[in-house]
């Protein structure tokens, strides 16, 4: 079963954007030996555009995929995000490359054990679910078969990300927990994910700037690369590495592996006027995720672990692009 995640325009690359010009992007898919440890905080590409949607043109829409390489069997615990880890989105607006607005994203697993009777025990089922999901997000938080679910809570960060003024981004209602969609484990589960992913994008008040939009969840993959054959001592004919076969047009071409390929993405729209410094239309931004330095647990209650700060960054992605392809294996750590 082949279930990759649909792209959407709200999650489609990435390091200084000029508003009214171009794209850039950062990308890195488990290169990293260290990175390889915890792909939780793995982050694959960072992407930055003016939102071209009718009616949006006064947006900047911002992505970060997080968690590689996602496949679409990849049951029966999928792929949630750390909900020890914090993951954001870095604006620099004086070209000095230091953040001065932040958007931080905090995930939370809510679990719920739905078991059944068998014998007269009461015995768990190894399933994210165990009845069909949808058709919406509301549902998902009154649905007593969903096993496990994961909400987030987004603040925005003005000045320095540790130290700086924060305040919670909301929804319409004034709430500041969000909903991430189950992934798509197959028809059977979630009829129309489309629909049920398409009903994860919130409408949000940003302090300070106004509205915009989020939404956090699986998607299908969209950056393009020849991932096996670069790394099988660079297994491809001249014609492939320049693209001149019309690298991802064709689906039976297997020029981009990625294609049956999921991440996870992070995506936030928020006004031009939020972002930029005075009349300077030039800004710059970056993700990252961070994980607490240790872990300590209770003597005799291993189930209440003590976490303890400071978070130390573990995955960044930004300008410029730097590939594996030729960049010294142990220079990545």
Same mark, same amino acid.
């Given at each position: &079963? #082949?279930?990759?995640?649909?792209?959407?325009? @709200?999650?489609?690359?990435?390091?200084?954007?000029? @508003?009214?010009?171009?794209?850039?992007?950062?990308?890195?898919?488990?290169?990293?030996?260290?990175?390889?440890?915890?792909?939780?905080?793995?982050?694959?590409?960072? +992407? &930055?555009?003016?939102?071209?949607?009718?009616?949006?043109?006064?947006?900047?829409?911002?992505?970060?995929?997080?968690?590689?390489?996602?496949?679409?069997?990849?049951?029966?615990?999928?792929?949630?995000?750390?909900?020890?880890?914090?993951?954001? $989105?870095?604006?620099?607006?004086?070209?000095?490359?230091?953040?001065?607005?932040?958007? =931080?994203?905090?995930?939370?697993?809510?679990? /719920?054990?739905?078991?059944? #009777?068998?014998?007269?025990?009461?015995?768990?089922?190894?399933?994210?679910?165990?009845?069909?999901?949808?058709?919406?997000?509301?549902?998902?938080?009154?649905?007593?078969?969903?096993?496990?679910?994961?909400?987030?809570?987004?603040?925005?960060?003005?000045?320095?990300?540790?130290?700086?003024?924060?305040?919670?981004?909301?929804?319409?209602?004034?709430?500041?927990?969000?909903?991430?969609?189950?992934?798509?484990?197959?028809?059977?589960?979630?009829?129309? +994910?489309?629909?049920?992913?398409?009903?994860?994008?919130?409408? $949000?008040?940003?302090?300070?700037?106004?509205?915009?939009?989020?939404?956090?969840? /699986?998607?299908?993959?969209?950056?393009?690369?020849?991932?096996?054959?670069?790394?099988?001592?660079?297994?491809?004919?001249?014609?492939?590495?320049?693209?001149?076969?019309? =690298?991802?047009?064709?689906?039976?071409?297997?020029?981009?592996?990625?294609?049956?390929?999921?991440?996870?993405?992070?995506?936030?729209?928020?006004? $031009?006027?939020?972002?930029?410094?005075?009349?300077?239309?030039?800004?710059?931004?970056?993700?990252?995720?961070? @994980?607490?330095?240790?872990?300590?647990?209770?003597?005799?209650?291993?189930?209440?672990?003590?976490? $303890?700060?400071?978070?130390?960054?573990?995955?960044?992605?930004?300008?410029?692009?730097?590939?594996?392809?030729?960049?010294?294996?142990?220079? &990545?750590?």
């Amino acid at each position: &079963m #082949n279930t990759a995640t649909k792209r959407s325009a @709200l999650a489609v690359a990435v390091a200084g954007i000029c @508003l009214g010009a171009s794209l850039s992007q950062a990308s890195s898919h488990r290169e990293a030996p260290f990175i390889t440890e915890v792909p939780k905080v793995d982050g694959t590409d960072f +992407y &930055m555009f003016r939102s071209y949607e009718t009616g949006r043109e006064g947006f900047v829409t911002l992505i970060a995929n997080y968690l590689p390489l996602q496949d679409a069997y990849g049951g029966p615990n999928y792929f949630d995000l750390d909900e020890d880890a914090i993951y954001e $989105i870095h604006v620099d607006n004086d070209g000095d490359a230091v953040e001065d607005v932040t958007f =931080r994203f905090d995930f939370e697993t809510v679990n /719920q054990d739905f078991t059944l #009777n068998i014998d007269g025990t009461d015995v768990a089922i190894p399933l994210k679910t165990a009845a069909a999901l949808g058709p919406d997000a509301t549902a998902d938080a009154n649905n007593p078969a969903l096993q496990s679910r994961q909400t987030y809570s987004i603040d925005v960060i003005r000045g320095d990300r540790r130290t700086g003024t924060v305040q919670a981004v909301t929804d319409m209602s004034g709430g500041t927990d969000f909903s991430k969609p189950a992934d798509n484990i197959g028809s059977k589960t979630i009829s129309k +994910y489309t629909d049920y992913a398409k009903s994860h994008v919130n409408d $949000i008040n940003i302090p300070g700037c106004g509205m915009g939009r989020v939404f956090v969840g /699986q998607r299908q993959e969209a950056f393009a690369v020849n991932l096996g054959e670069i790394f099988d001592l660079v297994n491809l004919p001249l014609e492939d590495v320049a693209g001149f076969n019309g =690298r991802g047009t064709d689906p039976n071409s297997n020029l981009d592996i990625l294609n049956d390929k999921n991440v996870t993405s992070l995506a936030i729209e928020v006004p $031009i006027e939020c972002l930029t410094a005075g009349g300077e239309p030039v800004i710059g931004g970056w993700t990252t995720a961070s @994980l607490r330095q240790a872990r300590f647990s209770i003597p005799n209650q291993p189930n209440s672990p003590i976490l $303890i700060w400071a978070k130390v960054r573990l995955s960044r992605a930004e300008l410029t692009l730097r590939s594996p392809a030729w960049v010294h294996l142990w220079s &990545m750590k």
